[in-house]
Each structure stands twice: as C-alpha cells, then as structure tokens.
C-alpha cells in the first residue's frame, strides 16, 4: 500500500490538497491499487509480440498531400502582439 509520505509527495506534485485524513485513505486505497494494476501490466511478457500500429489487417488509405488553404501567415502574425522573423513572441514562463 502507498505510504502517507508518499501520497503526501504525490498530493504536492499534482497540487491536490486532501481535505481530511478519511479523504488521504481513500486516495491512498485506489492509488495502490491503480499502481498494482500497473505493476500487473508491466510484469506482462511481451518478448514475443509483434509492435502493430492497428489491430486491423490491412493497408491504411492515404489522400493525396495538397495544399488546401492559402498562407496566411502575414495576417495571423499581423493580428499578434509580438513576433520576429515570422516567429510569435511570448513572455518568459520559466526561469
């Protein structure tokens, strides 16, 4: 079972806050059994299994790669606050 450390840790990191100590059991009982569950699928052998993109057998159908709407990439970039050498500029987000 997941540790009230550990739900603690998770709580921070996905900013939840857990209101009451009956809401942290609750969370840590579907937690461990989400993380078994996950532990199930992992321990699975897939040594022998052939990557597939579908289920289906058979080819995918492509349409042909034409251009369908002019460039308007001086209006868009007209329309916005900041840009530079046809690149939007935004503010810093991190540090």
């Known amino acids: 079972m997941l ?3 550990e739900l603690a840790q998770l709580a ?3 900013q939840l806050r857990l209101p009451d100590e009956a809401a942290a059991t609750t969370y ?3 937690l ?3 993380i078994q569950l996950a532990e199930t699928i992992t321990s699975a ?3 022998d299994t052939e990557p597939l993109i579908s289920p289906l057998d058979m080819t995918q159908r492509l349409r042909a790669d ?3 709407e002019e460039n308007r990439r001086e209006l868009y970039q007209s329309l916005a606050p900041a840009t530079e050498d046809g690149l ?3 503010p810093k987000v991190l540090d």
């Open 28 to 30: 840590r009982q579907n």
């Open 88 to 90: 939007y500029l935004v």
């Open 32 to 34: 461990s059994v989400l």
């Open 12 to 14: 921070g990191l996905t």
């Open 3 to 5: 540790e009230q450390q």
């Open 45 to 47: 052998d897939t040594n």
């Open 66 to 68: 034409v251009v369908s």
